[in-house]
């Protein structure tokens, strides 16, 4: 899944939002989402979607499924 991380990455960084501020919107640690970018850890399902709502795009999108966003 580490078109997922890359993704993320590239969504957050295209927001200029800071990892920090991700994680507060989450609910989780800093480092419970520096794990979701580097691809060591993916959020769970209500994350995933909090995080596709979040930046506008589909799940799909988010999971390399699909390149629609």
């Known amino acids: 899944m580490e078109i997922f991380a890359q993704r993320l990455k590239e969504l957050r960084n295209s927001r200029r939002v800071y990892q920090k501020e991700m994680a ?10 520096q ?7 993916y959020p769970d ?3 995933l979607i909090a ?3 979040y930046f506008g795009v589909t799940t799909d ?7 629609q966003r």
Do not use: F, H, M
Not at 25 to 31: A, H, K, M, P, S
Not at 35 to 41: I, K, L, T, V, W
């Open 24 to 33: 507060e919107y989450l609910g989780i640690t800093v480092r419970g989402y």
């Open 35 to 41: 794990c979701y970018e580097a691809g060591q850890n």
């Open 45 to 47: 399902v209500k994350g």
């Open 51 to 53: 995080l596709a709502d």
């Open 61 to 67: 999108y988010l999971l390399g499924r699909s390149d």
